[in-house]
């Protein structure tokens, strides 16, 4: 695998970011690979273990394989879905980025998140940090030449009660 560079890393973080924000998520779930994963800890989670706890072993709030991915993009797209009718509108930040040592052909990259989410007239803040794990492919129209292995965001949050539920990607 040919090495990435930080702004490379930093412009696929950015990109991704846009396509949630633009509620694009069939195009979002396409960056993954097919062995793909993005999941979420719960927020009790050991703060030094949580990125590299096994979703298997540990209960997390979202722990989504790439079909489980696909079936929560066909939940928020569905009318239906009263928990995003009208949907959130977000915006993502993404800071301190912080690109590690390739291991097995994949990536691993930390980075701050802030993600806004505004729905309802209420503004709620999520914080936290996102582990993305990334590996060099051939790319497509949906995916400029990286692929997302896994993607697991901490959230720095002590409860979900005044921010609400995650009923969109964080």
Same mark, same amino acid.
């Given at each position: *695998?040919?090495?990435?560079t930080r702004g490379a890393v930093e412009d696929f973080l ?6 949630? +924000?633009? #509620?694009?998520?069939?195009?979002w779930a396409a960056c993954f690979r097919d062995d793909g994963?993005? $999941?979420?800890?719960?927020? @009790?989670? @050991? &703060? ?5 706890? @096994?979703?298997?072993?540990? =209960? ?8 489980? $991915? +696909?079936?929560? /993009? @066909? ?15 977000? *915006?993502?930040? $993404? ?11 994949? =990536? ?9 989410? #505004?729905?309802? !007239? ?13 590996a060099v492919d051939d790319g497509n129209a949906s995916s400029?030449?990286?692929? $997302? ?6 959230? !720095?949050?002590? %409860? =979900?009660?005044?921010?609400? &539920?995650? %009923?969109? /990607?964080?």
């Open positions: *695998m040919p090495e990435l950015y990109y991704e970011a846009e396509l949630i +924000d633009d #509620w694009r998520l069939r195009e994963r993005y $999941i979420v800890p719960t927020l @009790d989670a @050991d &703060p030094a273990t949580a990125f590299d706890t @096994d979703p298997l072993e540990v =209960l997390c709030l979202i722990a989504d394989d790439r079909h489980l $991915i +696909d079936a929560r /993009i @066909d939940r928020l797209e569905n009318i239906r879905a009263h928990a995003e009718n009208p949907r959130s509108r977000v *915006m993502h930040a $993404i800071t301190n980025v912080r690109v590690g040592k390739q291991a097995d052909g994949v =990536l691993r990259v930390l980075s701050n998140l802030t993600v806004h989410r #505004w729905r309802q !007239d209420r503004l709620d803040t999520y914080v936290g940090r996102c582990l993305h794990h990334l400029p030449g990286i692929s $997302i292995v896994e993607r697991r965001v901490v959230l !720095d949050l002590e %409860s =979900l009660d005044p921010v609400g &539920p995650l %009923s969109f /990607i964080l």
